[in-house]
């Protein structure tokens, strides 16, 4: 299973984006996007930019995404209880 988590572009060089999830930076490949800017939210997959969201989707999936993790790590604790 694969969990989409949006990615801002902080940075382009040549054809690669270094993105930034939560403060943890990674390096994408924006070959399969034509107008990809520093700034964008997109989604990546094995490495490769493969769509652009806008950003009021992108904060409003990461808000979700961490609600759930919040909502996992509580009923984990309880569990261990």
């Known amino acids: ?19 930034d999830v939560d403060g943890v930076r990674r390096q994408a490949s924006l070959m399969l996007l034509e107008d990809a800017r520093v700034g ?8 490769f930019a493969i769509q652009k969201l806008d950003e009021a989707t992108a904060l409003e999936s990461i808000r979700l995404l961490r609600q759930a ?12 209880d």
């Open 1 to 19: 299973m694969c969990l989409a988590i949006p990615s801002k572009i902080v940075s382009i060089d040549n054809q690669m984006a270094t993105i």
């Open 40 to 47: 964008d939210y997109v989604i990546v997959h094995a490495g």
């Open 69 to 80: 993790a919040g909502l996992a790590e509580s009923s984990k604790s309880r569990k261990q």
